[in-house]
């Protein structure tokens, strides 16, 4: 495969499309110096994008809480995403919108920056080992925490606040885990490096308080299936050793849907919740598939 910026395709860059190898920036953009930038990321399946106009809203939430306004709408992005899955000829993709701060101004005062948007498409595959997932992810801890709310921007999908993630998925890695699971600053479990976690006892599903993370879009639309389902799902605290107490685990993002059968010391078998939930996501997504496998 070709690094990211040597392709074939296009990319929306300030509305209009150019050819993917001309989307380029400055040396000195703000954004590349003190992380100004804020990013969706989202699934195209058979050709339509998941919850479009729920990530791009929330793009410009984001935006707002770094003190900065996406120059573009909601249905402007929504419009601009369709056209570049269409442009790259993509069915199944990864779509990656990205608002940032340019190159007009450098320091920590960044007023007059222009604030430039893209967005990207490509197919992605499984974010984790097809065979590892299979069996269930082997997580382990991480050592850096989900930061306490009065610190950082928690509820922004700003750049940022991925530096830890970034460190601590090369250190799972390095140790031969397919992912860490973050605590926060207060000892409790919080997330993985880019997942939301669910754990699994006697029939109900338990998730951490997504009140020093990101409220995940896939995290709420698994939240409403298991709901429909008629069973009970409660966000609370957890700590890590009441991780003892619980059958089941997974974790949900757009990258990545699947159970875990392990976190550190801690092990969990998938289930039928757990399962269930996966064809559940996977015909909802999927609804023309879903249609013919019920026919059939």
Not at 214 to 233: C, P, S
Request: charged share 25%; aromatic share 10%.
């Amino acid at each position: 495969m070709s690094n990211y910026d040597q392709r074939d395709g296009f990319i929306w860059f300030n509305g209009e499309l150019i050819p993917w190898n001309d989307a380029r920036v400055h040396l000195l953009t703000h954004a590349l110096h003190y992380g100004s930038a804020v990013f969706e990321g989202m699934r195209a399946y058979d050709g339509e994008i998941f919850k479009l106009t729920e990530h791009n809203q929330r793009l410009h939430t984001s935006a707002e809480i770094l003190d900065f306004e996406v120059p573009y709408s909601v249905a402007e992005l929504d419009k601009a995403a369709r056209e570049v899955v269409r442009a790259n000829k993509l069915s199944d993709a990864y779509v990656r919108p990205l608002a940032w701060r340019g190159s007009e101004q450098m320091g920590v005062s960044a007023q007059k920056t222009r604030i430039n948007v893209a967005i990207a498409a490509w197919d992605w595959g499984s974010y984790f080992d097809p065979a590892a997932r299979e069996k269930g992810l082997k997580l382990t801890f991480a050592k850096y925490c989900r930061p306490d709310p009065l610190t950082a921007p928690v509820h922004s999908k700003a750049a940022g606040l991925y530096m830890i993630c970034t460190v601590e998925k090369h250190r799972a890695e390095r140790e031969s885990f397919a992912d860490a699971v973050m605590l926060d600053w207060r000892g409790q479990v919080a997330e993985c490096t880019g997942a939301n976690i669910f754990f699994v006892k006697d029939g109900v599903i338990y998730t951490p308080t997504p009140d020093c993370f990101l409220d995940g879009i896939t995290r709420r639309t698994v939240i409403g299936l298991a709901k429909q389902r008629g069973w009970k799902v409660i966000e609370t605290s957890i700590l890590p050793e009441e991780l003892s107490g619980f059958t089941e685990c997974f974790i949900t993002g757009t990258a990545a849907k699947c159970p875990s059968g392990a976190i550190g010391e801690y092990n969990f078998t998938p289930g039928e919740i757990t399962r269930t939930l996966m064809d559940d996501y996977a015909a909802l997504v999927r609804p023309a598939q879903a249609k013919v496998a019920a026919a059939g």
